[in-house]
């Protein structure tokens, strides 16, 4: 069962494809620091290919077919794309799920304050984080203000060369005896995740003139008032490139791994897809990291009415061919795994770990405590996936989210798996999890990649 390290099996061209690979990825993440430019990326490059909205579709009454590459996206932040394939759709697809959200700081809906002469801007965090991680390191904020008669500004500040960056201060070590004597989750405390934005006051301002500055900023930059913070959607980031991580560069340090290295290969993968058997899909969700919630979570109803009005244009308007399509389709919940890591051995099973440079990881089973909240693939099913990934030679291996009783966690699984479809977890295993900066290896993204492409092509 000993598998073998994946850069060992690249000769000297797949290596330098490996490379190129990772080049666009570390473009891509660094470009798709929220859902919306997740959204955003991942369209440009699926228009570029071919792809067509499919209110274009709807809306001239255009019939489907075989070979026709068609997208549609909801509210922004989530997005399907679809390959046709010849089988009918009620044949059932092959369908790639990945989630674009990472876990981040929300800016609050009424943020703004000054406090001894320091503007700041309040957040609640979005996920699950580890609060002291996110202090005195440069951050970055994106997202949008929509002001009342519906004008969207977008924000994007703290990544361009030229731009300020953002901070959340921590207490000097000096000071920090009290601090540290507190449990590694109550060291920095929610309610003071509050971010740094401005120090200089307005001339001429008798009292809050720091804060005078900052609204001053706002209207000269953003033409937006106070009050227009209470239906914006800004989130806070680390601030900095993708970039590459040990001497060797075999690794890529980035924000956002979770989960966008399994959309972005998704996306790679179904881009690469022409005149497939089954219809091929990539779904990108939004919201997985509280919960798959929402109107653009996995749980929301806008993947089954998309596909609703796939059949309809191919003149199949019965509610039993959408039920048909879901039950006989087959899914790959894309999403990360958690990397085996030297420094703390103890939380995993070494027979049952992933490891970074070993492939493509798949996990029968998620969820805590005895499987709970787990979808928990099918034996058949996974028979099926194992000669795929053997047939294409794609390095792969297995693992369970740490050893039995010692935490868990859940992905999209066993939302789509509601259907009747049969659904596996397989993404690529992340380093530092959740961390501003998570790391990843090449060689599982392009064995990511591969993996994705012969799913769709032979599942
Ligand atoms: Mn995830
Ligand atoms: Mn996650």
């Known amino acids: 069962?000993?598998?073998?390290?994946?850069?060992?099996?690249?000769?000297?061209?797949?290596?330098?494809?490996?490379?190129?690979?990772?080049?666009?990825?570390?473009?891509?993440?660094?470009?798709?620091?929220?859902?919306?430019?997740?959204?955003?990326?991942?369209?440009?490059?699926?228009?570029?290919?071919?792809?067509?909205?499919?209110?274009?579709?709807?809306?001239?009454?255009?019939?489907?077919?075989?070979g026709d590459r068609i997208y549609a996206v909801w509210m922004k932040k989530t997005a399907a794309l679809f390959v046709i394939g010849e089988e009918p759709l009620s044949a059932g697809m092959n369908i790639l799920g990945a989630h674009i959200d990472s876990p981040r700081l929300d800016i609050k809906q009424v943020p703004l304050y000054e406090d001894k002469e320091f503007a700041y801007l309040d957040t609640h965090y979005y996920g699950g984080i580890k609060k002291y991680q996110w202090v005195a390191l440069p951050l970055a904020m994106y997202g949008v203000i929509v002001k009342k008669d519906g004008t969207v500004v977008d924000v994007a500040i703290g990544d361009k060369p030229t731009d300020p960056v953002l901070v959340i201060t921590d207490l000097l070590p000096h000071l920090g005896a009290d601090q540290m004597k507190k449990d590694a989750g109550r060291i920095i405390e929610g309610e003071d995740l509050n971010v740094m934005i401005g120090s200089k006051p307005l001339e001429g301002e008798e009292k809050e003139a720091v804060k005078a500055q900052l609204l001053k900023y706002f209207k000269d930059v953003y033409d937006i008032e106070e009050d227009d913070?209470?239906?914006?959607?800004?989130?806070?980031?680390?601030?900095?490139?993708?970039?590459?991580?040990?001497?060797?560069?075999?690794?890529?340090?980035?924000?956002?791994?979770?989960?966008?290295?399994?959309?972005?290969?998704?996306?790679?993968?179904?881009?690469?897809?022409?005149?497939?058997?089954?219809?091929?899909?990539?779904?990108?969700?939004?919201?997985?990291?509280?919960?798959?919630?929402?109107?653009?979570?996995?749980?929301?109803?806008?993947?089954?009415?998309?596909?609703?009005?796939?059949?309809?244009?191919?003149?199949?308007?019965?509610?039993?061919?959408?039920?048909?399509?879901?039950a006989n389709s087959r899914m790959i919940s894309s999403d990360v795994s958690a990397g085996f890591d030297p420094i703390y051995p103890g939380v995993n099973e070494p027979k049952n770990s992933a490891y970074l440079g070993h492939g493509i990881c798949f996990n029968k089973f998620t969820g805590a405590r005895?499987?709970?909240?787990?979808?928990?693939?099918?034996?058949?099913?996974?028979?099926?996936?194992?000669?795929?990934?053997?047939?294409?030679?794609?390095?792969?291996?297995?693992?369970?989210?740490?050893?039995?009783?010692?935490?868990?966690?859940?992905?999209?699984?066993?939302?789509?798996?509601?259907?009747?479809?049969?659904?596996?977890?397989?993404?690529?295993?992340?380093?530092?999890m959740h961390a501003p900066w998570e790391a990843v290896s090449k060689a599982d993204v392009y064995e990511a990649v591969k993996c994705y492409k012969a799913f769709l092509k032979d599942a």
Not at 34 to 63: C, D, H, S, W, Y
Not at 232 to 255: N, S
Request: net charge neutral; glycine share 8%.
């Open 370 to 432: 005895g499987k709970s909240g787990s979808n928990d693939a099918n034996a058949e099913y996974v028979a099926v996936i194992r000669k795929i990934m053997e047939d294409n030679k794609v390095a792969f291996q297995t693992s369970e989210l740490g050893k039995v009783d010692q935490g868990g966690g859940g992905t999209i699984a066993y939302i789509s798996a509601k259907y009747g479809m049969s659904v596996i977890d397989a993404g690529v295993p992340v380093l530092s």
């Open 229 to 326: 913070f209470l239906s914006a959607e800004l989130e806070v980031v680390p601030a900095g490139e993708t970039r590459d991580l040990g001497m060797d560069r075999a690794l890529v340090l980035g924000y956002g791994h979770d989960d966008r290295v399994c959309a972005y290969t998704s996306m790679r993968a179904i881009l690469e897809t022409a005149s497939p058997k089954k219809t091929a899909v990539c779904l990108l969700t939004d919201k997985e990291e509280i919960g798959s919630v929402g109107a653009t979570g996995a749980q929301s109803f806008f993947f089954e009415n998309t596909v609703a009005e796939i059949l309809n244009l191919m003149g199949e308007t019965s509610n039993l061919a959408v039920r048909r399509a879901l």
């Open 1 to 66: 069962m000993e598998k073998k390290n994946a850069w060992l099996s690249y000769k000297k061209r797949e290596e330098k494809a490996v490379f190129a690979l990772n080049e666009d990825y570390k473009k891509y993440l660094s470009a798709s620091k929220t859902e919306r430019l997740a959204v955003k990326n991942t369209i440009a490059e699926a228009e570029k290919q071919g792809f067509v909205n499919i209110e274009t579709l709807i809306a001239e009454g255009k019939p489907v077919k075989p």
